[in-house]
Structure formats: structure tokens, C-alpha cells
């Protein structure tokens, strides 16, 4: 039997807003589509949260015994800046910017994505479109659109009609926004939009002179809107209807509520049975800009070389910290939760390893059973990581425990707690194992803060010839020592 068919998963579909009881359309099959990243510069460590979120929810419905097809998109055209309908591709854009052929951005940004993904030991998706290579598909979805009626053709440009389209079908089912605030949110302030209400949206653009991203169309020479490339390749892979559609909350709308009009307009379905978003990240308390300096990227936050944090983070160790909130709630990175985070990883990678040296006793005074239970109970409800996590750490005491003699496992029930551990551990939470990582870096630390002391102690004594000799050896091995007011401390790069 399979577990899915003894453990009751809930999940919190944005749609209703309310905890629902998943049951997929095709059990054991589960399609889930993800809003991949516009592969145009770095990821932003936001979007890497949205991409672990996922990643730990694709492994648990696998780990359920469902058969899941998981389609996360790269999109490598249509995006333009501002997410609106005019201005630059912001690939063609990086493109001119730096003299390169935007396929040479989109191939740096997408092994680049991929790379980081992996070191958070991310599972790749089933399949990972893009839209470049769904042209023709998306053309063929355009014509659907505009045999129903609902969308409309000026000067080679093809828009979605949105006031005609939410006389049959409420426009703004998932953001909960009606079209009167829409419209009067909207400023056409020069009147010159080709567009028939300013609250339609564009399926097909026109390419100016100065756009190089460009494919030819029955309506001119142009590319597609941002929003069909989702619409496209969730039903190419997922069919019409399917489980799961994520992403971050940011893109509930428009992109969220342009998907669905677009499905529903090509074929009449709500294409979607459960809308999953998750929260946004901040940083020591405000939210990241590069504008305002109060940015991290992922491969610094590994290395530590950003001015903003002490030291240096393994990306398990980030992915623990990321874990300790619930998907849908906000989380704020910082120093002291990071290395709050470190230690408590360090704690579980430590009890892992002492479960080995437990000797089985005659009898048990842990219940392992009914601990099990609790932690599938944790993820059952709309994948409760942080609780889950709270119940690893009693188990965690309960093992130091019984290193100390003061608690006690039968054979079975250990043999039950190694199996349940590694599996919500690494094959759920999808933590590495990386406990010869902490001794070495354990290690490293401890060899760093012995050359510190000396340096400082040849500064002490004005033996520049030495500290700076300290200092260069070090940086020729990769080492950066950075002076702070509390000290030294060291990054590796
Ligand atoms: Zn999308």
C-alpha cells in the first residue's frame, strides 16, 4: 500500500484560501508547474527560497508514493522590464548592455541557476521548458484565443480581451480584484495604447526596429507575452487540467490571474486544482535592493564575501534555516539566524552520527511509533516544515539521551527512528549530509583562529614584514581576512 493512501496531505490553496484535502485528478499521478527564473542576471536568493519550497514539496508527494511530473519553465523571452507590456526584453537588454548575443545570457544565467540549485541539493524538474521552444505552441494557443472570440488584433500586436472575457468568466479569481479597481488603477496617461481597455494584457507583441528577440507570426514579426508562456507549456506537459500550479506570491498578479484567463479562454477549463504561493524573504529586516545595498546573492552567502554577513554559510546549512519557516510565511535572513540555524544543524548532523554507536535495549521508553506519526502529521498539514523540525529536534534530545544512558531504544524501535530520521532529513527536507563538511570546516575554523592570533600578535609586536605575510599567503590560497571592530574574521572565496 502506498503511504499516500494512509497519510491525509492538506494542502492551502491560494484559490480558496483555504486548507483543502489534496486529492489529484489522476492519483498516483500529480502534475505540479512552477514559475521558473527569467534567466537574465543572478538569482535572486527570494526566488531560490521559492525553488527550495517546491523542492521540498516535490519530495514529499514523491516520498508518498505519488508519481509526480514536475515542469518548473525557463524563461528566456517575453519578459519585459517592469513585468508590463512595454519596454525592453530584459534579456535583449542585458544582451546589449554587454555586447553579447542574448542566447550567450540566457546559456550563463541558466547554468549558473542550475549550479546553485544543485549545491541546495534541489532535485532537477521532471522537465524544464522554455519558451523559446514553444514559439509555434504559443502562436497555436494565440488562435484558439482569438477563435473564441477574446482576444483581438491592432497593427501586428494580439491583446487578451479582458472585459469581454470576464462577462462569461469572473477576471481576478485568484488575486480576488474585480475589473472597476483594476481600470481605476490604471493610468493611460498619454491615451495613446493601442490596447482597447488599459487592463488588457498583450499576447503577441510586434517587434520595434530595436528588438532582436523576434519570430515570424500570422500578425508580424514579434514575440509573446510573458504570461503564455506558462499557459503553453503547463497544459503541453500537465494537460488542460492538472494538480499543482507554484510560484512566488509576487506573481499572483497579473502573471497568476493572466495564466488562468488564458486557459480558460483557449478551452474553457480552470486549468489548475490547487494554487500554492510562497512568502517573500527579507533581509536584517528590510526587504533586499540592489538600489539600497541590502542585497545578498547565493554564492556569497556561501563564500561570506559580502560585507553584510560575518562569515560564510553551507548551503545546507541555509536551506535548514529556510526550512524553519513555513513556505508561506515571510522569513528574515540575518547574521544571528544564520549562525542560530548553524548550530542547530550541526546539532541534528552530530545526533545522526551518534545513532549509530546506540546500543538496542530490552525495551523502549521513547515512543518512536507515535513520534512518526507526528512528524507525517507535521507535513500532512500544508507541509509544516518548522514543526516537523520540532519534532526531529525531541527526537534529537532523546538520542543524545540515550548516549548518556538516560533513555533507551529496543532494536526495532531503533531500527524505525534511523529509517524515519533519514527520511524526513535528506529525502524530505533534503538536507545533505554533510558531516564531514562540519569537522572540516570545524577544523578550518580552528586552524584560522590560530593564524589570526599570531598576526594579531605580530601587529601587537610592529612586525609588519610577518602580518602582512600572514595576511598575502592567505589571500594567494583564496582566504580573505577582513578587520572589523570585533576583530578578525576570514572568508574563503
Ligand atoms: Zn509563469
Given at each position: ?45 527570494g526566488?531560490?527560497r521559492t525553488?527550495?519550497s ?194 512566488g506570491m509576487d ?26 504561493h510562497t512568502n517573500m524573504l527579507t533581509l536584517?529586516g528590510q526587504r533586499m ?33 529556510m526550512?524553519q519557516a513555513h513556505y508561506s510565511s515571510m522569513l528574515d535572513f540575518s547574521?544571528?539566524a ?48 518548522p ?107
Amino acid at each position: 500500500m502506498a503511504l499516500y493512501q494512509d497519510q491525509q496531505l492538506k494542502v492551502t490553496n491560494s484559490l480558496s484560501g483555504k486548507k483543502e484535502t489534496f486529492v489529484p485528478l489522476n492519483s498516483p499521478n500529480v502534475g505540479m508547474y512552477v514559475c521558473g527564473p527569467t534567466v537574465y542576471s543572478d538569482v535572486h536568493l527570494g526566488n531560490c527560497r521559492t525553488f527550495i519550497s517546491f523542492d521540498m514539496i516535490y519530495r514529499y508527494l514523491s516520498h508518498l508514493g505519488y508519481k509526480v511530473r514536475y515542469v518548473r519553465n525557463i524563461t528566456d523571452a517575453g519578459h519585459l522590464e517592469n513585468d508590463a507590456d512595454e519596454g525592453e526584453d530584459k534579456i535583449a537588454k542585458k544582451a546589449r548592455l554587454e555586447q553579447l548575443e542574448p542566447m550567450e545570457i540566457v546559456q550563463r544565467y541558466t547554468v549558473d541557476f542550475r549550479n546553485i540549485m544543485s549545491s541546495f541539493n534541489a532535485l532537477p524538474p521532471s522537465i524544464e521548458p522554455t519558451a523559446t521552444g514553444h514559439i509555434v505552441e504559443q502562436i497555436a494557443m494565440i488562435e484558439e484565443i482569438m477563435d473564441k472570440g477574446l482576444a483581438y488584433e491592432v497593427k501586428g500586436s494580439v491583446y487578451f480581451d479582458v472585459n469581454k472575457y470576464n462577462k462569461e468568466t469572473h477576471y481576478g479569481i485568484l488575486s480576488g480584484r474585480n475589473i472597476e479597481e483594476l481600470i481605476s488603477g490604471t493610468r493611460d496617461l498619454d491615451g495613446q495604447s493601442e490596447k482597447r481597455s488599459p487592463i488588457d494584457f498583450a499576447l503577441w507583441k510586434k517587434a520595434s526596429p530595436m528588438h532582436i528577440m523576434r519570430w515570424p507570426s500570422p500578425w508580424s514579426v514579434g514575440f509573446p507575452g510573458w504570461h503564455l508562456e506558462c499557459s503553453v507549456m503547463s497544459s503541453k506537459y500537465l494537460g488542460q487540467e492538472f494538480d499543482i500550479h507554484g510560484g512566488g506570491m509576487d506573481l499572483k498578479f497579473p502573471h497568476h490571474e493572466c495564466e488562468i484567463a488564458q486557459n480558460h479562454a483557449a478551452n474553457g477549463k480552470h486549468a489548475v486544482k490547487y494554487w500554492l504561493h510562497t512568502n517573500m524573504l527579507t533581509l536584517n529586516g528590510q526587504r533586499m535592493s540592489k538600489s539600497t545595498g541590502n542585497t545578498v546573492l547565493p554564492g556569497e552567502l556561501f563564500t561570506g564575501n559580502n560585507k553584510l554577513l560575518v562569515k560564510g554559510f553551507a548551503p545546507s546549512v541555509v536551506r535548514f534555516f529556510m526550512m524553519q519557516a513555513h513556505y508561506s510565511s515571510m522569513l528574515d535572513f540575518s547574521n544571528d539566524a544564520l549562525l542560530a540555524a548553524e548550530k542547530g544543524y550541526f546539532r541534528l548532523m552530530d545526533a545522526l552520527k551518534n545513532l549509530d554507536k546506540i546500543t538496542p535495549a530490552q525495551s523502549s521508553n521513547f515512543d518512536v511509533t507515535a513520534w512518526r506519526q507526528k512528524c507525517y502529521d507535521a507535513m500532512n498539514d500544508d507541509f509544516n516544515s518548522p514543526i516537523l523540525i520540532a519534532h526531529i529536534f525531541d527526537a534529537v534530545k532523546a538520542i543524545n539521551a540515550a548516549t548518556d544512558g538516560k533513555q533507551q531504544f529496543n532494536k526495532q524501535d531503533l531500527a524505525l527512528l534511523k529509517e524515519t530520521l533519514s527520511g524526513f532529513v535528506f529525502d524530505i527536507l533534503g538536507l545533505a549530509n554533510t558531516a564531514e563538511t562540519n569537522s572540516d570546516s570545524k577544523k578550518l575554523d580552528a586552524a584560522m583562529n590560530v593564524l589570526i592570533a599570531m598576526r594579531n600578535r605580530a601587529r601587537n609586536d610592529k612586525n609588519w614584514a610577518l602580518s602582512d605575510a600572514i595576511r598575502d599567503e592567505l589571500l594567494a590560497n583564496g582566504i580573505v581576512l577582513k578587520d572589523g571592530k570585533d576583530g578578525t574574521t576570514y572568508s574563503v572565496e
